[in-house]
């Protein structure tokens, strides 16, 4: 009979030939800790079972779960390395991970690394549907990042062990990571599919699809523009509501998307330009437009940078482009500042305690070198903060308050009738700082985006 009365596990603790060093996680199946084996001297990570999983399920069918987690040896798949009973307690033995994807910021910040990860856990959940294991509980809390940089699935084959949450999903009415079907206790290996489908987008877009899952969902902007046209095509059937429109399994997906990474990587390949002269298209009066102002206005008012929807001239200020309107402009590489914020992706400064172009107050290092700030131009208008503003922040970088009146400028001599923020009616077609469309701007006037 297990035991159901245990002396509470502590750091320090022995567990036969592991000492325990510190909790990392909990789940519904086991306590994972960071421990040492004092035999093969190297760290490992530690899961040891609940005492009432073992009472409900019982020995033989904890084991049987321990024996399918071991059969899965594959290179993106954390697999147990040692499983045994010490001192009444259910113990599995793995490798250590240095993070997990849910707190693994680089993926979120590049594209690249995002469909890197997924790419890797496409190939772990693969090969576990070859052999008929259903995983149940893909999210990515269960994606580690290895310390050699690979993603890896880990808790196979202990998802059965969870309390059902059905109810909680439906009546709350936010699925997560979980699919419709999955919600109404009907899993397929088409469900865990679907769940790394939505974890793909939401690394991409920073926003996870819910309920009723209609296409497209919000921020799809950015995810064309993050992911290359073949993968999006793949990620987007991963996605799919209805089961039989989705790939069956993730063999078939990961089939489609290697197909989708080789294509990629081929039209990326170096290709000996053929010499011949290319027909010149006539600039649109738009563009001309643009180029025009940008080298009369573009040094004073930052606009160094380009939208990336029709390439005109935008400051990083700016949160819609002055051409197009677009919103969704990303200057995570282009950034002159030492920091960026991971949220608007643009630059912010290690002193400042928010974000002054979104409100957020949460950083990342992007490598450049700091230097002092010298753009300043007016102090914060609360009493007592010390906040310095730039021209056009949205909010003090301190203290997060408004500025106390609009901004102006000298070569920006109208105002929004919106916002009441300095534009130029005659040459912008769209108020960069809040989107409304600018009716006197010449007579060409593009469709917004």
Known sequence: MVQ???SALRRGSLLGKYRLESRIGSGSFADVWKATDLVERRPVALKVAHAGVVAEWGRAEVEHEARIAARLEHPNIVGARNADWIDGRFVMAADLATTHLDAYPKARRSAKVALGVIRDAAAGLAHAHRQRILH??????NILILPDGRAALCDFGVSRFAKSSTA????AGTLGFIAPEQAYGKPSMSSDVFSLGLIAYELLTGVRPGWPFEWPPEGYARFRFKAPEPVRKVLRKAMEFQPRRRYPD???FHEALEAAFRRVEADAAPVRPRRRRRKREAPSPLAIQAQLFGRAHGRT??????CRQCSGPIAEAMRHC?????????FLDVSSYPMVCPECERGVRPEWSYCPWCYKGRFQSNGRRLRRDSKAVRHCARRGCAGELQVFMRYCP???RKPGRPWSHPDLPDRCARCRWPVSKSSWHFCPWCGRRQPEAGSYSPRRR
């Open 136 to 141: 149940r509980d893909v999210k990515p809390e």
């Open 398 to 400: 301190v203290c997060k």
């Open 4 to 6: 159901r009365e245990k």
């Open 168 to 171: 909680t999903y439906t009546e």
């Open 322 to 330: 002055p051409w197009c309107g677009a919103a969704e402009q990303s």
């Open 250 to 252: 993730a063999v078939v």
């Open 301 to 306: 008012l930052g606009m160094r940078y380009q």
